[in-house]
T-cell receptor, first 114, second 115 residues
Framework: QQQVKQSPQSLIVQKGGISIINCAYE??????FPWYQQFPGKGPALLIAIRPDVSEKKEGRFTISFNKSAKQFSLHIMDSQPGDSATYFC?????????????FGKGTLLTVNP | DAGVTQSPTHLIKTRGQQVTLRCSPK?????VSWYQQALGQGPQFIFQ???????QRGNFPDRFSGHQFPNYSSELNVNALLLGDSALYLCASSLPGARPYNEQFFGPGTRLTVL
């Protein structure tokens, strides 16, 4: 049973465009929703994270939108750059981030064309 | 600060063999989690170690076992390897205590191939 569903599987965007990746979760006990960025040959790195008491969080060009009633959250990358080309994973955990297991989506391969 | 380090980088084993993977956490971190990332998939949680004890475990068979040492470094052992164990094995460390929403820092992983 996949608890975090991520779409699309792959995404191609032109430089300067907006990249949007969506995730849906099933477990209402989840209360921490991070997004990770992974480059080939590297481990995932935290990009941005949100808690369900906030509907939106923005850090630079990256924004998370969170819809608690729909159990959905999304990552928006504004002014996408070729250097943003990577695989993006949404994740969720309950009880906080560091001491609890992360449940990941299957990932989205983002390609930003110059 | 070297961050989370893992060894070896790559490993090739045959079915039925046993393998040990190693992880050194980021400086100041005392909690270590292990994840399995199959090709084209997201990481899946294997287990987590804190104060040298397994604190949480994911849906993995007993063939997967681990250990944490007094210096917080950790090992992942897999016995009786199957072809399906081929994956990238990731180690993540985090700050001590029960502080909420602390980041888990991932290492570069060990690529295990089972032939």
């Amino acid at each position: 049973q996949q608890q975090v569903k991520q779409s699309p599987q792959s995404l191609i965007v032109q430089k300067g465009g907006i990249s949007i990746i969506n995730c849906a979760y099933e477990n209402t006990a989840f209360d921490y929703f991070p997004w990770y960025q992974q480059f080939p040959g590297k481990g995932p790195a935290l990009l941005i994270a949100i808690r369900p008491d906030v509907s939106e969080k923005k850090e630079g060009r990256f924004t998370i939108s969170f819809n608690k009633s729909a159990k959905q959250f999304s990552l928006h990358i504004m002014d996408s750059q070729p250097g943003d080309s990577a695989t993006y994973f949404c994740a969720a955990s309950k009880g906080g981030g560091s001491n609890y297991k992360l449940t990941f989506g299957k990932g989205t391969l983002l390609t930003v064309n110059p | 600060d070297a961050g989370v380090t893992q060894s070896p980088t790559h490993l090739i084993k045959t079915r039925g063999q046993q393998v040990t993977l190693r992880c050194s956490p980021k400086s100041g971190h005392d909690t270590v989690s292990w994840y399995q990332q199959a090709l084209g998939q997201g990481p899946q949680f294997i287990f987590q170690y804190y104060e040298e004890e397994e604190r949480q475990r994911g849906n993995f068979p007993d063939r997967f076992s681990g250990h944490q040492f007094p210096n917080y470094s950790s090992e992942l052992n897999v016995n009786a390897l199957l072809l399906g164990d081929s994956a990238l094995y990731l180690c993540a460390s985090s700050l001590p205590g029960a502080r909420p929403y602390n980041e888990q820092f991932f290492g570069p992983g060990t690529r295990l191939t089972v032939l």
